[in-house]
């Protein structure tokens, strides 16, 4: 149709599916956005059980810590890790490290930042989600809670405040070590969800050559330097892993050979 350039924005979320936001008609927008939803409905509440089951240890947990006497049992961030640990396993923001390393570097700012700052709270909160992002880029563990910690430890009140640096390990070193733990035994039985990546991705590398499916995704394989130049021109933070975009690319791929194949087969006849 002349005059009608979409724009296109890929987000890559898990391995489950691609969100494609379009810039053109509200018809399409409709149509890309089921995209984003395509997993099974076993799945959606595969997802919520998990984040009851989470929630529960730490809020358990850190009532047993506590011994009854009071103070803060979980930071209101580790429902958004929930969300990402549950819905979300194979995301690079998921992964043990970024959930590890996001909460506490930022729970360290914030505290930083509520003690040098505490007489301007906005200063100090805007200061303390600022430097969280950068810090968490820089050491390689971005984690999108870890900027609502950061921001809890500021304007979570005087309960919070009264912590100081103890706000780091308890609550949120003693939640991030529950939520962690809860997230590898709960997804382990259900073998399509592969957390943490990093242990399945040895498993592969020993096996590699005995798996045929594996053998077919390698030939289907985009070369990682490939791979990391067409990142490079995005240019902006992709929450998908390699594994599991080489994975979508092969069973792409594979179904489209398999259409053609069938297509292909009337036309023999005839």
């Not at 969100?19 to 984003?36: D, P, W």
């Not at 209101?76 to 819905?87: D, Q, R, T, Y």
């Not at 005995?210 to 490939?226: F, K, L, R, W, Y």
Request: charged letters at 10%; hydrophobic letters at 50%; one cysteine or more.
């Amino acid at each position: 149709m002349p005059g009608f350039a979409p724009s296109w924005r890929f987000s890559l979320v898990g391995a489950t599916h691609v969100h494609i936001l379009a810039n053109s008609t509200f018809g399409l927008e409709i149509v890309v956005r089921k995209l984003a939803y395509s997993v099974s409905e076993r799945e959606h509440w595969i997802s919520a059980g998990g984040g009851l089951v989470g929630i529960l240890a730490v809020l358990w947990v850190g009532q047993f810590w506590l011994g009854g006497h009071g103070g803060v049992l979980a930071v209101a961030s580790m429902g958004a890790s929930e969300v990402l640990l549950f819905a979300a396993p194979h995301g690079a923001l998921s992964q043990p490290w970024p959930v590890f390393g996001g909460h506490l570097v930022s729970a360290l700012i914030g505290v930083t930042c509520a003690h040098w700052l505490g007489g301007d709270p906005m200063l100090a909160a805007s200061l303390a989600v600022a430097l969280s992002i950068a810090a968490m880029y820089s050491l390689r563990c971005l984690h999108p809670p870890g900027g609502a910690t950061a921001l809890y430890a500021v304007l979570g009140g005087d309960a919070v405040h009264a912590l100081g640096f103890g706000y780091v390990f308890s609550p949120v070193l003693l939640n991030v070590v529950v939520i962690l733990a809860v997230a590898v035994a709960f997804n382990f039985p259900f073998h399509w969800r592969r957390y943490p990546q990093c242990w399945h991705r040895a498993i592969k590398e020993r096996n590699a050559g005995t798996d045929s499916v594996g053998v077919a995704e390698e030939e289907a394989m985009i070369p990682h330097s490939d791979l990391v130049y067409a990142l490079s021109q995005i240019d902006t933070f992709v929450d998908i892993s390699e594994e599991d975009l080489q994975r979508i690319y092969a069973l792409a791929l594979g179904h489209s050979h398999s259409v053609a194949a069938v297509q292909a087969v009337p036309k023999l006849v005839s």
